[in-house]
């Protein structure tokens, strides 16, 4: 499962409303969503909580990039401080420049007089333009280190967590919002630096102004503060409306999906659904210009606002340094390099005041990642026995348990039963009984809740990882789709072997598939993922022919098959069938399978009912006992009797 198919529309839930139901409050299913969670908590946080998590945060990127390369992360904090010492020292040097050009004399002496501060003026700005350079290139050399830090560190939780942990539904929403917080790291940790810039930028141009005349600060306070107040706001306010309207975006969204993607394109048509969808769309669509629209005018409004409260502010600002200037506290040189100052000082407060509102939000959606890793150690498998597994002998199942989580009754309840290596066993039982469950308890994939699963005696737990896995192979009734090639999707089969193109295409043949492979444009070499050029896609029997040869390819001791055929056709089926019997009497083979004529030859078939194992025998003692199975093999075989009649 990929992290956004879970907050895909599932058939299972009402995703869609009835026509009449469009209004503010349709579809009360849809939660927030988890690219929301950084806009929400921005929301409603105020302005102060923003400003007191920011160290905090900062800190954070600053560790994660120091922990992904510590040589660039270095150059950056320098190049980051050298700009800001340039700054102040452009600053000085401008003062200088302006002190010469306005001190008394011939204009051509003045200017020569000025030619070593403007040199000096002129370096400081090469420099910083230098060290501007330096700073892309190592952050530029530092993201994808960064990226790939934080991914794989979340790759490496989800793909080690118990399987149980995606029975969870919180499990599952964490996980998106973290996959979305991976994404924010680098924002977090380049907001981070130009922030440092910005701040840096500021106390250069604070220090300059206060070596020229220390009143200029307080000017320079004046002129600059309201400016930042008044975007820091005016981001809040876009955020709050954001918030407003996730609900009708998501509804979009969900639209977008069912009106444009290949899963639902087939039934859009079947059914005829165009017009209604574009409808849904069209009165979503007008709520949600409205709100725009509103957002707007109040984003418009705000801005506005700051802007005149802004320009007032640095009118009054050069007012003061005009009556300064007349009353002869300062010199014209000062005046005219506090104009200068602060117009650097509201570019650098302006480049702050983004970087804060940016880190803050990619902040929240960090802290989902943070969070997620902290919480997945709950889910992490216990440490791993160091007992090799060893050729299977016996494998014993005893009084095992297992409960999905919110559900009140056990999914296998108290089962106990044995299988001996070369047996074929059949799990058998109406929908729901528990046979899949069962199975993934015997391949270890789950853990019970009470009881002992055992190889060779030895319980499941004091076995080597590794050396049990190598001996099981599983053919899930659920199979996944992997978009690699059909040799690769059969060698996933037995990952950590050498997968000889003749294993491979021996798996293929006991799995009939190796027909339709050879049917294929590039044979085993084709890509079975019609998302990328000359890639393909099967028919769900083909499919599970291919599945049913990953199973095949790990020599196992014990192949677990669950519903391998549910899509074959009927010589497919006697073939793939066949193929399992050949492995009766040398390996162990349990089969899941709703069509009871291809169990007939099992050893031996444990019926499920609602958990609990209720008969086992072979074939022909369970006819004989006239239980369950007897009415299910009875009731199925009289369909194909009826039917010759
Ligand atoms: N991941 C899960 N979370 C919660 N309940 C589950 C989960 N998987 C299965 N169940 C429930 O556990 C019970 C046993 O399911 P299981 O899939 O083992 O049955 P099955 O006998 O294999 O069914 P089928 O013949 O339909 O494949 C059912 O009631 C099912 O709804």
């Not at 050399?141 to 960064?146: D, I, Q």
């Not at 680098?186 to 440092?196: C, F, K, P, R």
């Not at 099981?472 to 199979?479: L, N």
């Not at 009766?584 to 291809?598: F, V």
Request: with cysteine; charged share 20%; glycine share 8%.
């Amino acid at each position: 499962m990929t992290a956004t198919d879970t907050t895909a529309p599932t058939t299972s839930r009402p995703v869609v409303p009835p026509p009449n139901a469009v209004g503010e409050s349709a579809l009360p299913e849809l939660r927030a969503m988890w690219w929301e969670t950084g806009m929400r908590a921005r929301a409603d946080a105020g302005l102060r909580a923003v400003f007191a998590e920011i160290p905090r945060l900062v800190g954070t990127a600053l560790g994660i990039a120091w922990r992904a390369d510590r040589t660039r992360t270095l150059v950056v904090a320098a190049a980051t401080v050298g700009a800001g010492v340039m700054a102040a020292f452009g600053l000085l040097a401008t003062q200088r420049v302006l002190l010469e050009l306005f001190s008394a004399g011939p204009t051509p002496d003045r200017v020569l007089a000025a030619l070593p501060a403007l040199s000096l003026l002129a370096g400081s700005a090469a420099v910083r333009a230098g060290l501007g350079i330096v700073t892309g290139y190592a952050q530029n050399g530092l993201s994808p280190r960064v990226d790939r830090e934080v991914e794989r560190r979340l790759f490496e939780t989800t793909t080690a967590v118990q399987l149980q942990a995606f029975d969870e539904d919180a499990f599952a929403d964490d996980m998106e919002r973290a996959s979305r917080g991976s994404s924010s790291v680098i924002s977090l940790v380049q907001g981070a630096m130009n922030l440092l810039a910005g701040l840096a930028g500021l106390l250069a141009v604070t220090v300059a102004v206060v070596v020229i005349h220390p009143l200029l600060l307080v000017a320079l306070l004046v002129a600059t503060v309201p400016g930042a107040w008044a975007a820091l706001k005016a981001g809040h306010q876009r955020y709050q409306t954001y918030m407003a309207g996730s609900v009708r975006r998501r509804r979009l969204w969900i639209l977008h999906r069912l009106m444009a993607e290949r899963p639902s394109a087939a039934e859009l048509r079947t059914y005829g659904l165009r017009s209604f969808l574009l409808d849904l769309y069209d009165k979503v669509m007008g709520v949600e210009t409205r709100i725009q629209l509103d957002l707007a005018r109040r984003t418009t409004t705000t801005t506005a606002i700051g802007s005149v409260v802004g320009g007032a502010a640095t009118g009054a600002v050069y007012l003061l340094l005009g009556v300064l200037l007349l009353n002869g506290h300062i010199p014209l040189a000062a005046a005219a390099t506090c104009v200068v100052a602060v117009q650097a000082a509201q570019r650098s407060l302006a480049a702050a005041t983004f970087q804060i509102d940016r880190i803050y939000d990619e902040g929240q959606h960090f802290r989902d990642y943070d969070q997620f890793l902290d919480r997945a150690t709950a889910h992490m498998p216990p440490a791993a026995g160091s007992v090799e597994a060893g050729p299977l002998a016996q494998l014993s199942v005893d009084e095992v348990t297992l409960t999905y989580p919110d559900r009140d009754t056990p999914a296998v309840d108290k089962v106990s039963l044995v299988i001996r290596q070369g047996q074929t066993v059949a799990f058998v039982g109406e929908n729901g009984s528990g046979k899949t469950t069962l199975a993934a308890l015997v391949a270890g994939l789950r853990a019970p809740a009470a009881g002992t699963i055992t190889w060779n005696g030895h319980p499941y737990a004091e076995l080597r990882e590794q050396s049990m896995q190598a001996r099981i192979a599983v053919v899930t009734q659920d199979y996944h789709r992997w978009p690699f090639s059909v040799a690769t999707n059969i060698a996933l089969g037995d990952i950590d072997t050498d997968a000889e193109p003749d294993r491979i295409h021996a798996a293929a043949v006991k799995a009939v598939a190796h027909d339709v492979i050879a049917e294929l444009p590039h044979g085993y070499e084709t890509l079975l993922d019609k998302t990328f050029a000359d890639g393909q896609d099967l028919s769900g029997g083909q499919w599970q022919r291919i599945t049913a040869a990953r199973g095949f390819f790990r020599d196992a001791d014990l192949l677990i098959m669950d519903e391998p055929s549910s899509a074959l056709d009927p010589r497919a089926e006697h073939a793939l069938f066949q193929a399992i019997r050949d492995r009766q009497g040398r390996q162990t083979t349990i089969l899941i399978t709703h069509r009871l004529a291809n169990v007939r030859h099992a050893d031996r078939i444990y019926v499920l009912d609602r958990g609990r194992l209720v008969e086992a025998g072979s074939h022909d003692e369970l006819m004989g006992s006239g239980g369950r199975y007897a009415e299910l093999f009875t009731l199925q075989a009289a369909g194909y009797q009826s039917a010759s009649v």
